[in-house]
């Protein structure tokens, strides 16, 4: 492999990269981006990315695609490290508003597997879904700092789909009571999802919450509902209250999910 050279100083070309991507209000990008986007061809764009890197005008997030070294903004990065990546789950539920709880993990919602990733102390989940369970995505930000994210419906149904990626059962209860939720977007997204179990402990949960203006929501769930039990809290114990209608087990107690969803930070 050839040795890159590292030049003392800034020298005329890589002056010319950091005026380029100025000029163009560019702060995170791929080589693609400068080659095709901008329309600027540099014979030795590698050496001149990796002097800059060793410089810290850049910071390299992976092969290929960089930022500069005061870029922070660690939603938009986590989407530009897959080509179709959406901020989702316990990240999207703070950015909703509707946790005070933070990860240092930055969850990412994505059709291709990848591995998860550490930059700069913070760490990027990607969690894969098969193309049909993608909707309610949402631009977020503007220019450098524009990003894609799940709507505050699409969020509350991908959290109870993946629960382990959500901050804690409770606190998703709590989530969903104080949301303010379009009835008609959770029956088209729970359909999206197309798992029962989720539709049940959803519409098990408006009763208990008294969620208003959800009978719509509550007239399609009980189309799906099946016979097996499922149980409220999938990381719980096989205890508690049967409720027939929604063939749910309450291993969470009427009162607990009140007491729950009735919290005050």
């Known amino acids: 492999m050839a040795r890159t050279y590292i030049s003392g100083n800034l020298n005329v070309e890589q002056q010319e990269f950091i005026q380029l991507i100025d000029e163009y209000e560019v702060s995170i990008f791929s080589i693609t981006t400068i080659e095709n986007t901008l329309q600027r061809i540099f014979n030795n764009l590698n050496e001149i990315l990796e002097n800059l890197v060793q410089k810290k005008f850049l910071t390299r997030l992976e092969r290929g695609k960089y930022c500069r070294s005061t870029f922070k903004n660690e939603m938009v990065i986590g ?121 049940k402990r959803l519409a098990c949960l408006t009763e208990i919450v008294g969620k208003e203006k959800f009978s719509s929501f509550l007239k399609y769930a009980k189309t799906v509902v099946n016979e097996a039990y499922t149980l409220l809290d999938p990381f719980g114990s096989e205890e508690g209250e049967f409720i027939k209608e929604w063939k749910i087990r309450l291993n969470i107690s009427r009162e607990q999910i009140l007491d729950i969803s009735n919290k005050q930070y």
């Open 79 to 199: 989407c530009f490290l897959t080509s179709d990546g959406t901020v989702a789950y316990w990240s999207a539920l703070n950015l909703h508003g509707l946790t005070e709880q933070f990860s240092n993990t930055i969850f990412i919602q994505t059709t291709r597997q990848k591995e998860q990733k550490n930059i700069a102390g913070t760490t990027f989940q990607f969690v894969k879904l098969k193309p049909t369970k993608i909707a309610g995505i949402a631009k977020q930000g503007y220019g450098s700092n524009a990003f894609s994210m799940t709507d505050i419906e699409k969020t509350i149904v991908d959290c109870f789909d993946l629960p382990q990626y959500s901050g804690g059962y409770a606190e998703l209860i709590r989530a969903f009571a104080i949301a303010t939720l379009d009835a008609q977007k959770m029956i088209e997204y729970c359909k999206v999802v197309s798992n029962i179990a989720v539709t």
